[in-house]
């Protein structure tokens, strides 16, 4: 059998805020393609560790890869193979959904000819041709995820990392966008996902359950659940929660 690609590679990862340890020696390996989910309640370190592996902050100690990248020498090249999206913020409220793209694709590098295409392209998967020149502010809160997401990945990254993106939107909405991320995985699109939806745990190829910034377990949904012997990922956690 063939050995995984591994595009994150972290080891003894830590990062303090004074006496404070926000992520505690945290060791892990994702791979291509693969669906990782980075789950924890909130203030388990998850957004930390995602910031530190995006070159956004450097580490207190440990080391990490991101695409074959050192996150404390090459910063800027990881910048290049990811994408990245938040819940708090994504999209600018005040421009259209065309100028969104455009800008985000300027950011990324492409061309003129590039965007365009991309912009059509991406207009048409998401059957929202007719919002071209629709404000941001306008839409949904379901389809500015779907949007945000779509934008994060235009410049076709390694690695796309989700920082709880799905906050605050409805199920039926949740679900749609997870479909969005599979047809990504599916092209080889390695996703990081942090959140603090037990439920969507399921959707994941594996997963690190965060516990005051330590990752206190790690494997595939069904074998945790057979582990801690319980029937829902939401007990896995309780459990691990609890001590």
Known sequence: MEAPNIVIKVENLTKKFGNFIAVNNISFEVYKGEIFGFLGANGAGKSTAMKMLCGLWLPTSGNAKI?????????E????????????????EDLTVA????????????????????????????GIEELRNSLIKSLPLGWKQKLAFSVAIIHDPEIVFLDEPTG??????????????YDASNRGVTVFVTTHY???????????????????ALDKPSILKQ???????????????RG
């Open 67 to 75: 695409a074959g990248y050192d996150i404390y020498k090459e910063t």
């Open 77 to 92: 090249l990881i910048k290049k193979k990811i994408g990245y999206m938040s819940q708090k913020f994504s999209l600018y």
């Open 99 to 126: 100028e969104n793209i455009r800008f985000y694709a300027g950011i990324y590098g492409l061309s003129n000819q590039q965007i365009e295409a991309k912009t059509n392209e991406l207009l048409s998967k998401l």
């Open 168 to 181: 605050g939107v409805d199920p039926i909405t949740r679900r749609q966008f997870w479909d969005l991320i």
């Open 198 to 216: 037990m439920d969507e745990a399921e959707y994941c190829d594996r997963i690190s359950m965060m516990v005051a910034g330590k990752i206190e």
């Open 227 to 241: 582990n801690y012997g319980v029937s829902t990922m939401d007990e896995v956690f309780l459990k691990l929660a």
